[in-house]
C-alpha cells in the first residue's frame, strides 16, 4: 500500500516535495526534479532554504524567503492547509554546459499538512507549479496601463488579494460543483439560456431527454428546437426577455420532436420562464425549470371519456328500456302479460350484453347469440347450420333482438306452440354479406301472421336501421319464413 | 292526445337507437306530428335535407354512430329550421359553440318532447 503510493506519487506530472518540520527535503517526486533541475541525491536530507534561498543577498530576496517561510509556518501553526497563489522565487540552475546561474521563477503553491500517528503535523506537502509564464508575459505587454497591471498583479499587495480570492474560489468552486451536480440529476428538467437569441449556456439529463438527446449547448433556440418557434414560446421568451417578468405554464401541450427533426409528440408540461439578471440588473438570459406533467393530463383525459362514454350508454340503455316498457303497453293492455313480456324482452337485451362482455366489448358470433336467445324453447327445435359470423356489439344486440322477437312470435303463434315445430336458421357469409333464413317447418299453420305488432316493427327498424340490410316475410303452409340480408362492414358512405 | 300547435307539424329524427327512435316516433304520431324522417347517421341526416321539401324542425341525438351531429345542426340553422338536441348530458353535452341551445336529457317523457317542440316553433301552451 505505502509502495503503491509512493509510486504514485514519484509518477505524478505534478511537481511535489515533502518538507520536514525544519524544512528539510523528506521526499520529492521526478516532477519536481525536473522543474527546478536537480537530482534526488542532490536534495534529500538537505535544508529547502539552503538549497534556494530566494535568489541570492538582496533585499527582494530575503522578502521572498520570508514569505516562503511564513506559508510554511502558517501551516505548521495552524494544521491547516496554506495556500501561495503567487510567489517570485528565482532558484539556482545549471545550464548544460555546467555553468550555474540564477534563474528567475515564479511559483503558485499549494501547502497541506501530513501528519504522525500521533496527530502533530510531521511534514508539510508542497504542491507546486512554475507559473513563470507570467513574467514573459510582463516583459511582453509593452502599452504602460498594460505594464501597470502586470506589475500590479505581481505585487505583494495583488497577491494577498489572489490568495483570498483563491480560496474563497475553492470554496464557490465545491459549492457551485454541488449544486452542478443536484442541478444535472434533478428529475425537473433545466436549461439556462442567455442573449437575445437564447443560447443553451447548459441543460440537465431529463431536459436532454425531454428534447430527444439533440445538441443543444451553444445554440439559439430557434435552430436547436425550431419547433418551439412555431408554437409561439420564443414569443414568449423574449416576452419574459424585455418585460422581466417570469411567465409560469400549467399542463401547456407542447409538440417536441424526438430528437432534431424528428416526429413531433404531444407533451404537456408544467414550467417556468424565470429572468436571469446580470449585475446591474438586467435581463441577461432566461432559466427554464418544469417538469412533465403527460401522463397526469392523459389519465384525466381518458377518464373523462369514459365517464361520458358511461353516461352515453347508461342514459341510452335507460331510453331503450323506457321504449321497450312504452311499446310493450301499447300491445298488453293487462299487467301480467306486459310484465312477462317486458321482462322477457329485458332478459333478451341483458343476454346478448353477457355475451358481449364475455368478449370485452369486441364483438359476438351470431352462432352464439342464437343460442343464447333462443336457449329457452329447447336446443334441439331451433336448429343452426352455418359459418362462423364475427358481429360487432351493435350488430350482436340487433340480432339479437330480432331473433328474441322471431322466437317469441314463434312460441306464441307459430310452430314452436306444439312439440313437433322445429326452426332451422341456415345463413352464409359471402362478400361481406350475410344472409340468413330462419324457416318455421312441421308445426301447425301460423294463426295471426306476425305483422304490424311491435315485434315486427323492431324487427324491421333493426334491420334498416342497425343493420344497414333488408327483409321479407313470407308465409309457406308449414309456417313463417324470414329472410335477412345485411353487410358486415357497413361502410360510410 | 293530438296537441294544438304541433298537429301536422313534420319532424326529422336523428337518432342511432332503433329502440329510442321508435319511442320517438310513437311519442311524436301521438302528438299528432308527422315524422319527416329518422336518420340513424349523419350523412342519411344530410342526404334527406338535400332535397326540396324541408322538416319544420328536428330532434338531434348529439352522438350519433360514433359521430357528432353538429354537421346536420349547422345545415338546418343554414337553412332556417330550428332544432332540439338530445342528449345524455344535458346542457354539458353540448360542444362549445352549441352550448345554450334547447336540448332534453335522456331518457326524456312526451311532456318534455312536447314542451321542447313547442318552444322552438314559438307555440304557445294551450
Known amino acids: 500500500m505505502a509502495r503503491d503510493l509512493a509510486r504514485a506519487f514519484d509518477a505524478s506530472p505534478n511537481p511535489y516535495t515533502m518538507p520536514t518540520r525544519d524544512f528539510c527535503y523528506a521526499g520529492v517526486n521526478q516532477a519536481y526534479l525536473d522543474v527546478v533541475g536537480r537530482t534526488r541525491e542532490e536534495l534529500i536530507g538537505r535544508n529547502l532554504f539552503e538549497l534556494f534561498d530566494g535568489g541570492g543577498q538582496s533585499a527582494q530576496a530575503r522578502e521572498n524567503e520570508r514569505r516562503l517561510k511564513a506559508s510554511f509556518e502558517r501551516v505548521l501553526n495552524t494544521g491547516e492547509p496554506d495556500h501561495l497563489a503567487l510567489i517570485h522565487y528565482p532558484i539556482e540552475v545549471t545550464d548544460p554546459d555546467g555553468r550555474t546561474r540564477i534563474e528567475d521563477r515564479y511559483w503558485s503553491a499549494t501547502h497541506t499538512p501530513i501528519r504522525d500517528v500521533d496527530g502533530e503535523v510531521a511534514y508539510i506537502l508542497q504542491h507546486t507549479t512554475d507559473i513563470t509564464e507570467l513574467q514573459n508575459l510582463r516583459q511582453r505587454v509593452s502599452g504602460d496601463r498594460d505594464q501597470a497591471t502586470v506589475t500590479d498583479l505581481l505585487s505583494s499587495n495583488v497577491l494577498a488579494r489572489a490568495e483570498h480570492l483563491q480560496s474563497d474560489n475553492l470554496r464557490l468552486q465545491s459549492e457551485r460543483n454541488r449544486l452542478l451536480d443536484i442541478f444535472m440529476q434533478a428529475p425537473g428538467f433545466i436549461a439556462v439560456l442567455t442573449g437575445p437569441d437564447f443560447v443553451f449556456q447548459m441543460h440537465n439529463e431529463a431536459y436532454a431527454e425531454l428534447t430527444g438527446h439533440r445538441p443543444l449547448n451553444g445554440r439559439p433556440v430557434a435552430e436547436a428546437m425550431p419547433e418551439l418557434a412555431a408554437q409561439g414560446f420564443l414569443d414568449l421568451l423574449k416576452q419574459v426577455r424585455e418585460t422581466g417578468e417570469a411567465f409560469e405554464g400549467r399542463a401547456m401541450p407542447v409538440e417536441l420532436g424526438s430528437g432534431e427533426g424528428g416526429p413531433l409528440r404531444t407533451h404537456y408540461l408544467d414550467f417556468v420562464y424565470q429572468p436571469l439578471r446580470d449585475g446591474e440588473g438586467q435581463v441577461a438570459g432566461v432559466f427554464v425549470q418544469g417538469h412533465e406533467v403527460t401522463d397526469v393530463v392523459e389519465a384525466g383525459n381518458r377518464q373523462k371519456l369514459m365517464i361520458d362514454e358511461l353516461n352515453h350508454r347508461v342514459k341510452n340503455t335507460l331510453a331503450t328500456v323506457q321504449s321497450i316498457a312504452m311499446q310493450t303497453a301499447r300491445t298488453h293492455a293487462e299487467p301480467a302479460t306486459f310484465a312477462q313480456a317486458f321482462q322477457a324482452r329485458l332478459m333478451s337485451l341483458s343476454h346478448t350484453h353477457n355475451l358481449l362482455t364475455r368478449s370485452h366489448w369486441e364483438g359476438a358470433d351470431l352462432a352464439e347469440v342464437l343460442a343464447h336467445e333462443t336457449e329457452a324453447h329447447g336446443s334441439t327445435r331451433i336448429l343452426p347450420n352455418g359459418p362462423v359470423v364475427s358481429l360487432s356489439p351493435a350488430q350482436a344486440l340487433s340480432i339479437g333482438m330480432i331473433f328474441h322477437e322471431l322466437a317469441t312470435n314463434a312460441a306464441k303463434h307459430g310452430v314452436l306452440r306444439s312439440g313437433d315445430g322445429r326452426v332451422l336458421v341456415d345463413w352464409t357469409l359471402l362478400d361481406g354479406a350475410v344472409s340468413l333464413t330462419w324457416r318455421e317447418i312441421d308445426g301447425p299453420a301460423m294463426v295471426p301472421p306476425l305483422h304490424r305488432g311491435f315485434g315486427s316493427r323492431l324487427i324491421d327498424r333493426n334491420v334498416r336501421h342497425d343493420l344497414a340490410g333488408e327483409c321479407r316475410l313470407d308465409y309457406s303452409g308449414d309456417g313463417l319464413i324470414f329472410s335477412l340480408t345485411f353487410p358486415l362492414e357497413r361502410t360510410e358512405s | ?126
Open chain 2, 1 to 126: 292526445m293530438s296537441v294544438s300547435g304541433l298537429e301536422g307539424r313534420k319532424v326529422l329524427i336523428v337518432e342511432d337507437e332503433s329502440l329510442v327512435a321508435m319511442l320517438l316516433e310513437t311519442m311524436l304520431e301521438d302528438m299528432g306530428c308527422t315524422v319527416f324522417g329518422t336518420a340513424g347517421r349523419v350523412q342519411e341526416a344530410l342526404e334527406m335535407l338535400g332535397g326540396d321539401t324541408l322538416p319544420d324542425v328536428a330532434l338531434l341525438d348529439v352522438n350519433v354512430a360514433g359521430q357528432t351531429v353538429y354537421p346536420v345542426a349547422e345545415e338546418l340553422d343554414r337553412r332556417g329550421v330550428p332544432a332540439v338536441f338530445s342528449t345524455g348530458y344535458g346542457q354539458g353535452g353540448l360542444a362549445e359553440g352549441w352550448v345554450g341551445r334547447p336540448t332534453v336529457q335522456k331518457p326524456y317523457t312526451e311532456a318534455m318532447i312536447r314542451d321542447a317542440l313547442m318552444r322552438v316553433l314559438g307555440v304557445r301552451n294551450a
